[in-house]
């Protein structure tokens, strides 16, 4: 990577882009959280949880590889707090279609990031 394509957002500015843009690109009974990776600071960490009976939550860890690639690696899923087999297929399809709205989200904050 060179110094050119470097992120050049403080996390927290991140942070709170991510907060703003990322609810407006999932389903609209869905809520997500995003916070600071405590051990990176060109990482997030993102709770997405499904609106329903089901009460998923879905945990991923959103690393900027530069200043418009990202890197999103999923981490957990849990029903009414309890950790599941991800290997199911609505879970797989639930996983694919948050990390498509994730990055769609990372898209979208190319002016921002890529300043």
Not at 17 to 46: C, F, H, M, Y
Not at 94 to 101: A, E, G, N, S, T
Request: glycine share 2%.
């Amino acid at each position: 990577m060179s110094k050119q394509d470097e992120l050049r957002i403080n996390q927290q500015q991140l942070v709170e882009a991510w907060q703003k843009t990322l609810p407006s690109l999932i389903p609209e009974t869905d809520s997500a959280t995003v916070i600071a990776d405590g051990a990176d600071n060109k990482a997030l960490r993102v709770t997405i949880e499904t609106a329903g009976h089901q009460l998923y939550s879905f945990d991923f860890r959103v690393e900027y590889v530069d200043s418009r690639e990202i890197k999103v690696d999923f981490i957990d899923v849990e029903e009414a707090g309890r950790s599941i087999d991800e290997h199911q297929d609505t879970i797989q399809q639930l996983i694919d279609d948050y990390m498509r709205h994730i990055r769609e989200c990372a898209q979208a904050l190319h002016t921002v990031t890529h300043a």
